[in-house]
T-cell receptor, first 119, second 112 residues
């Protein structure tokens, strides 16, 4: 399977704990995005990587959130001191540069998401 | 500040008829617009897109129309099939593709 994978699929944690999620993009994609989605809402952009460089970060992202993509392949999203308001689905997506896209420019491929529940 | 809006949370259509899903945006810097389809317990999957230099893009049963002056786009599905029942998200991005803005989604139900 060459799609985007995310691990774990589900995470239940207690308020105040730290959690880390992993995303493995499609191997030839150099662009990687993290989103958060809550019930009844669309995906909300969190951050964007081009290769290993974090080029965009939502101003809505608190300093408890940090993301890395150390070798330009997989990425991790860490949430420190979790709060109940962090409960959401965390989605990862990857894409090719528009000029190299074999399909449509800016087409993103999403993983299945990690559902976080903070008790 | 919701820069991409889908004002209809749900839509029901008879099988074989046309489904029209609407989307409005506020940011004139958006250059590219995309529609995604989402089934429960799965991530969104890309459906169709349109560049701001076009006003129509067609792919099989799916057509997206863009009205830049009105900052409005719509997705037409003809004919609608029960398998089209899903949540549809509209998304927009500047040409750089560095940041994407999604609407809140429209849940489409196609009735057999």
């Amino acid at each position: 399977d060459t799609g985007v994978s995310q691990d774990p699929r589900h995470k239940i944690t207690k308020r105040g704990q730290n959690v880390t999620f992993r995303c493995d993009p499609i191997s030839e994609h150099n662009r990687l995005y993290w989103y958060r989605q809550t019930l009844g809402q669309g995906p909300e952009f969190l951050t964007y990587f081009q290769n290993e460089a974090q080029l965009e970060k939502s101003r809505l992202l608190s300093d408890r959130f940090s993301a890395e993509r150390p070798k330009g392949s997989f990425s991790t999203l860490e949430i420190q001191r979790t709060e109940q308001g962090d409960s959401a689905m965390y989605l990862c997506a990857s894409s090719s540069p528009p000029q190299l896209a074999g399909g449509e420019p800016h087409e993103q491929f999403f993983g299945p998401g990690t559902r976080l529940t903070v008790l | 500040d919701q820069q991409v809006k889908q004002n209809s949370p749900s839509l029901s259509v008879q099988e074989g008829r046309i489904s029209i899903l609407n989307c409005d945006y506020t940011n004139s810097m958006f250059d590219y617009f995309l529609w995604y389809k989402k089934y429960p317990a799965e991530g969104p999957t890309f459906l169709i897109s349109i560049s701001s230099i076009k006003d129509k893009n067609e792919d099989g049963r799916f057509t997206v129309f863009l009205n830049k002056s009105a900052k409005h786009l719509s997705l037409h599905i003809v004919p609608s099939q029960p398998g089209d029942s899903a949540v549809y998200f509209c998304a927009a991005t500047p040409n750089t593709g560095n940041q994407f803005y999604f609407g809140t989604g429209t849940s489409l139900t196609v009735i057999p």
